[in-house]
């Protein structure tokens, strides 16, 4: 069986972008005095993974893959930044001057970059274990969310929704139809933060709620855990996520599903009547 960390198929859709808003008061935008490096390069921020340095958590931590190498850009709170790449088994110190910030908040390391070799790093269960520049690291899945939660609980959570909701652009006549809603709306989305599907599509509905911020359509997003035992999961018949359920005055008038997801906005119009 081959280690999640390890297979590229599982670690790269779930791990699409510890946030570039903390990345960009951190490192100052300046011009480059050398080009990106041609392969080490398009490092996308994900919130999937947490930080231990020497035991403790890093709130500071910022974690970056690279989806086609694969490897993984560590950006502990202190200490200089440090390249997994699980295909070689090895261990690098990056020195913070040849990180790259670009617009879109991925991370280039520049071409000029001179790493130094710290050796290899050890799975232990489902967590990664390393040392480097002196200090005990320690890689692992970020608990899930679960239960109600709000737009900007998903937001803080994993930097993935941040970016597909920007990218995401939303249809204006159902926009338009669903901010002069008279009705009392409310959607219930049953969700999974460990769910690379609701990773992509999620952030669509973020972006529509965002769009009709001051309607009477009100979102909420509940998270579920992968065994999915949850109370809602057999009381509301809920088979797959994500999944939204959608109230008017109260009452279920029907879901958006599968492909509903590809546009919320649409799916949602056709169900209210528009």
Request: proline share 9%; aromatic share 6%; charged share 20%.
């Amino acid at each position: 069986m081959i280690h999640p960390f390890l297979s590229p198929r599982r670690a790269v859709p779930a791990l699409l972008t510890a946030a570039a808003v903390l990345l960009a008061a951190a490192l100052p935008a300046q011009g480059q005095p050398t080009p990106s490096d041609s392969v080490l390069r398009a490092f996308q921020a994900t919130g999937e993974f947490s930080l231990l340095v020497n035991g403790k958590p890093d709130a500071q931590a910022q974690i970056f893959v690279n989806r086609n190498i694969p490897a993984y850009l560590l950006l502990p709170g202190t200490g200089s930044p440090v390249l997994i790449s699980p295909g070689a088994m090895k261990v690098e110190l990056v020195p913070l001057a040849k990180i790259a910030r670009q617009k879109d908040g991925s991370i280039d390391i520049l071409a000029d970059a001179v790493m130094t070799p710290q050796g290899n790093f050890q799975l232990v269960g489902e967590r990664v274990e390393l040392t480097a520049g002196g200090r005990k690291l320690s890689l692992g899945p970020k608990p899930p969310l679960l239960g109600l939660k709000k737009a900007a609980d998903l937001k803080q959570h994993s930097p993935e929704y941040l970016v597909g909701a920007k990218a995401y652009t939303p249809n204006p006549a159902s926009l338009a139809k669903l901010r002069k809603q008279a009705a009392p709306v409310r959607l219930v989305v049953y969700f999974g933060s460990w769910c690379p599907h609701c990773k992509e599509m999620i952030p669509h509905l973020l972006r529509v709620e965002d769009e009709i911020k001051g309607s009477k359509i009100q979102i909420d997003y509940h998270g579920l855990p992968q065994d999915f035992k949850d109370p809602d999961v057999q009381r509301l018949n809920i088979r797959e996520v994500p999944t939204a359920i959608v109230y008017r005055n109260g009452k279920e008038i029907g879901r958006i599903t599968r492909n509903d997801w590809a546009a919320p906005e649409v799916s949602l119009s056709v169900l209210l009547g528009g």
